[in-house]
């Protein structure tokens, strides 16, 4: 059991925590290493010199003894008590290690929607990094290939290690990285140990305080039959959250407004409040069984559990034709490239056109409708997921040279979805707008400011504190239901040769098979909205179905927009289909639910697929131990075969062309393609061979040195291999038909059509993106007290990159253009990380309990990104690909002394592409189909984390994140007039108290 204050011996020091911390044992190196050691061993063992040493170094030590010691470059993470990552989350504990950056989002294809906790994790500025749970493939049941770290409670876990070179016997996958999550074990502990720990956290905006419990206990026995162990770790923990959100909408171009110049004017401003709850679960059961020395037995049983819900309220301001916005008191302001600042902005909604004198047949327009849309929205999102992991092995020396090992896994993964929205619009008659270049302000005006031309509207009520000012607006759903499961095998063999160059050669060989059920679906529609044109005024909605809301201290206070306006009750969303039949059967508007298009058994929404996977190896551990420096290392050679399988639907779109016209008397339909529907299985394999090469060398005593070259694959997730197909037809661009309609045909329209073949930026055929990637590092072990430095460099050339292709091409004597995800794209990424550790040992008491942690990551890549295009049309050349960053950096400084502990850690990033075209990004005004990169600009954020140990059996811990409270703030890219404001999160600080008790 381990001890904040117990005393090592310095000589064994790192092989006790190693021990004490349940951290699995790693290669122990060449012998040159091991008499390196033992002579150290030797000569302070007879000074008998002790530290103390306590938990955060503990934990930082155990870390550098794993690094070192590695046969490949690892970077880990190692808890310094029970249960207690240095962070609240797993992701959050990662964005520490070199070279690992973590997003903010719920979702980086959706931007307008922040995370309660840290979520996406990249490794070297990729996001395909594979996840394992004791070396073992985990995945979650979200179409990806990878488990979401932020579903497993961090306090399960004993350790993590992210991997950033493989070797032959890992299992493939991972162009980044493999991020390993290590569970303690029986045989970890001496004897009976025991520890729980109680938490409370609360959100300094949510104002709500939760709860979070933990429990381990673990022992061993010795019997007759051998020895046996068992450990049983529980978890569960609630969290809430609020996300105050204000965005600004694209900007396009006017040359309308001023002479001779063109300005640009913004569509809109939204502003939102997002309610998080999370509530995560977990239980995880461990046996171990050893009959003899030499063999030793283990079943493991895993189970993770993340519930997620969010509540949205949100009002925006999204104005129906931008190009029709007028500043009705001439007060618009614009900045120096031309784009609008502040101004109140108007627009005409719609005209009113009336046959006065009855003929039937001239009509006198007779009144206008001026304003500025406004709307509110309602939401509820709910996510369940579970992953549970079966595991049962064993290790086995079956001779004195020769080891086996055998392991058999089940994995089991469910996450379903409901996702639900209803809106409000109203029309109030103005708003008036200000810092546009940065974060906005709005006001709302419900004063009239255009005269009618003859006769009148009926005047629509446009105070927003009325509830007759409001009209049903959108509604829309996005169910899903994921299942996923796998079974895998492997068996492992090394033959260890004595005074030999080669110490050991290994073989092994895994198989697998996987299976996921990816059901998922969407539509949106609209009752009421200005883009409608008909039906003014608008009928208002039911004055039961509303309900006021205010916002409460915005962005604690900080932004200047509405705080107060009516919602549809939240309430509703829980009987969606009932609601909206209810509004669609009592009011006349325009579109309700597609209740055929989200439903989830409808094969369309369909995404099966089947994989397995055989795997062999071999690999031989080498050491030169005579060399001036001595040099040990790996080479081996995986190879792969894969075979999957895809169930979908190949879609023939209606398409029809119509000639002549009614008003001649010769309008006719000519069908160019019918509706059908047909299976579409698709069957791929492909094999791979993965070379690796592993180096280490002692430059001195306290100096290492590596090279590793490999190469990895990244099989596409499953998303991407959807079996969809749709075809349609229609005119070239351009093509009008003249002559007698009578004359045309199918036959005679062939050199005029054109057919579109899309697959929805999915591809069942699509095979692993390759990287051919290498390293070289150094580590400094400058003391031998924790003081250690290092410097790695590192490129990845990347081939087979997952890349939109188009292409046209002449089929049966028609003109077709075919678009899917294709393996044509290249990459390349290379990089520095550098880092330090240093401990003030040599200062005077109290200064002695010192310590410093800082690292820092350089990242160049030429990633082939997203294709982008500006609201005036005009493209944007090389983007880079999502989520890097070019610069990020950790500095951490802690304080440990007479049983009080403290840390204070500093996170820092650089700008990143978030996503192109996202949602509330994109958009079709003026011809133009625009789709805008949104970028996260520079955040860092503090935290802070201290504690005292009470007895050395008790102790308090107190956390706080976001203490600055830092702010993350996106921006669009508009080309010309440069990087604009796109949204502001103001998220919570979050505080945490805690007791642990340990026996």
């Given amino acids: 059991m381990y001890n904040n204050k117990k005393t090592f011996v310095r000589s064994r020091l790192s092989h006790y925590i190693r021990v004490a911390s349940g951290v699995s044992l790693m290669a122990l190196g060449s012998v040159a290493w091991a008499q390196e050691e033992a002579k150290d061993e030797s000569n302070e063992t007879e000074s008998m010199e002790e530290v103390t040493v306590t938990g955060q170094r503990a934990s930082i030590l155990s870390a550098q003894d794993i690094k070192r010691d590695a046969s490949q470059i690892v970077d880990s ?118 520890s729980a720990t109680v938490k409370g956290n609360y959100g300094d905006q949510i104002k709500e305080t939760n709860g979070e419990y933990s429990a381990l206990f673990s022992d061993r026995w010795d019997t007759g039959i051998g020895e046996f162990g068992v450990l049983v770790n529980l978890s569960t923990s609630d969290l809430s959250s609020r996300a105050d959100n204000i965005y600004t909408r694209a900007f396009f171009p006017r040359d309308d407004v001023q002479e001779d110049s063109t300005v640009w004017v913004p569509r809109g401003v939204d502003w939102r409040r997002n309610d998080y709850q999370r509530e995560r679960d977990g239980q995880y059961l461990a046996l171990q069984w050893a009959p003899n020395d030499a063999m030793e037995v283990y079943a493991t049983a895993f189970r993770s559990k993340h519930e997620q819900r969010w509540d949205e309220a949100a009002f925006f301001n999204d104005a129906l034709d931008v190009y029709s916005i007028a500043s009705p008191n001439n007060d618009w302001v614009f900045d120096d490239n031309g784009a609008l600042v502040s101004g109140t902005l108007t627009g005409k909604i719609n005209e009113s056109w009336v046959d006065l004198d009855g003929d039937g047949v001239n009509e006198t327009k007779t009144g206008e409708w001026w304003g500025m849309p406004f709307g509110t929205s309602t939401r509820y999102s709910q996510n369940v997921s579970e992953t549970t992991d079966f595991s049962l092995g064993m290790n086995w020396q079956a001779t004195e040279r020769l080891s086996i090992k055998a392991d058999l896994q089940r994995v089991e993964s469910e996450s379903a979805t409901e996702d639900y929205t209803l809106g409000l619009v109203a029309l109030p008659s103005s708003v008036s707008v200000g810092n546009l270049n940065g974060k906005p302000s709005l006001g709302i005006s419900s004063a009239q400011v255009s005269d009618e031309v003859i006769g009148v509207f009926d005047q629509h009520e446009t105070d927003l504190a009325n509830p007759a000012a409001y009209s049903y607006g959108q509604m829309m759903s996005m169910p899903s239901d994921n299942k996923g499961d796998s079974t895998s095998a492997r068996l492992d063999l090394e033959y260890e040769f004595e005074n030999s160059l080669i110490r050991s050669v290994q073989a092994g060989a ?202 990895a694959i990244w099989r596409p997730e499953f998303w991407r291999m959807k079996a969809y197909l749709n075809l349609s037809a229609g005119l070239k661009d351009g093509v009008t038909l003249d002559g007698n309609p009578d004359d045309i045909t199918l036959e005679s329209l062939q050199d ?155 996170n820092w990033r650089s700008e990143y592409l978030v996503a192109v075209g996202a949602n509330g990004w994109n958009g079709s005004n003026n011809n133009v189909n625009w789709r805008l990169p949104v970028y996260n600009d520079d955040y860092g954020q503090l935290d802070l984390s201290m504690g005292y140990n009470i007895t050395d059996n008790i102790s308090v811990n107190f956390e706080a994140a976001n203490l600055t409270r830092e702010e993350t703030v996106g921006l669009m890219d508009q080309g010309e007039i440069g990087k604009r404001h796109a949204y502001t999160y103001s998220q919570d600080v979050r505080y945490a108290a805690s007791v642990r008790i340990t026996f």
Wanted: proline share 5%; with cysteine.
């Fill in 510 to 711: 895994r198989y697998s098979e996987k299976s996921a059920t990816n059901r998922s679906a969407n539509h949106w529609s609209a009752r009421y909205q200005p883009w409608t044109n008909w039906l003014y005024p608008f009928p208002g909605a039911a004055e039961s179905d509303l309900v006021e809301f205010s916002f409460n201290d915005f962005q604690r206070g900080n932004t200047d927009v509405p705080l107060t306006a009516y919602l549809l009750d939240p309430a509703l969303l829980r009987d969606f289909r009932g609601t909206t039949d209810r509004i669609v059967a009592n009011s006349a508007g325009c579109c309700g639910p597609d209740w055929n298009a989200l439903d989830l058994s409808n094969p369309a929404n369909l995404n099966s697929q089947e994989e397995t996977t055989q795997a062999v190896y071999a690999k031989v551990n080498f050491a030169f131990d005579d060399l001036a420096m001595p040099v040990d290392g790996n080479l081996g050679l995986r190879y792969i075969h894969t075979e999957n399988t895809a169930q979908g639907r190949f879609n023939m779109q209606q398409s029809t062309i119509t000639v002549g016209s009614e008003e001649e008397g010769n309008s006719r339909t000519i069908v160019v393609l019918p509706a059908q529907t047909y299976d579409f299985p698709a069957k791929n394999d492909y094999d791979h061979l993965l070379p690796s090469l592993n180096l280490r060398m002692a430059a001195s005593e306290d100096v290492v040195v590596r090279f590793a070259a490999s190469k």
């Fill in 752 to 906: 005029k059509l054109q057919f579109n073949l899309s697959s929805n930026d999915t591809n069942p055929f699509l095979e692993p993106m390759l990287a051919n990637q290498y390293d070289l590092s150094t580590e400094w072990y400058f003391d031998e007290n924790g003081g250690m430095a290092h410097l790695s460099i590192f490129r990845k050339d990347i081939s087979d990159y997952f890349t939109t292709v188009v292409e046209n091409a002449e089929v049966e004597g028609f003109d077709t253009v075919s678009t899917w995800v294709g393996n044509d794209g290249e990459a390349r990424i290379q990089g520095a990380e550098i880092g330090v550790t240093k401990f003030f040992d040599f200062l005077p008491e109290p200064w002695n309990g010192f310590g410093v942690q800082a690292n820092y990551t350089y990242i160049d890549s030429s990633l082939e990104g997203p294709q982008g295009t500006n609201t005036d049309g005009s493209g944007y050349g090389d983007l880079p690909a999502e989520g890097i960053s070019q610069n990020a950096y950790n500095l951490v400084g802690m304080y440990e002394k007479h049983g009080f502990y403290t840390r204070l850690a500093w």
């Fill in 77 to 194: 993470i190692v808890a310094s008590d029970i249960g207690k990552l240095p962070d609240r989350s797993i992701t959050e504990a990662l964005q520490r290690v070199p070279g690992v950056t973590v997003t903010r989002y719920d979702n980086m294809g959706d931007p307008e929607h922040f995370a309660g906790e840290g979520a996406g994790v990249a490794v070297r500025g990729l996001s395909q990094v594979r996840s394992e749970l004791n070396g073992r493939d985990v995945f979650a049941a979200n179409g990806g290939r990878s488990l979401s770290f932020d579903d497993v409670p961090a306090e399960l876990m004993a350790g993590v290690d992210t991997y950033k070179s493989p070797t032959a016997d890992m299992i493939e996958g991972g162009l980044g990285g493999v991020v390993n999550l290590r569970t303690r074990m029986p045989f970890d502990s001496d004897g009976q140990l025991f």
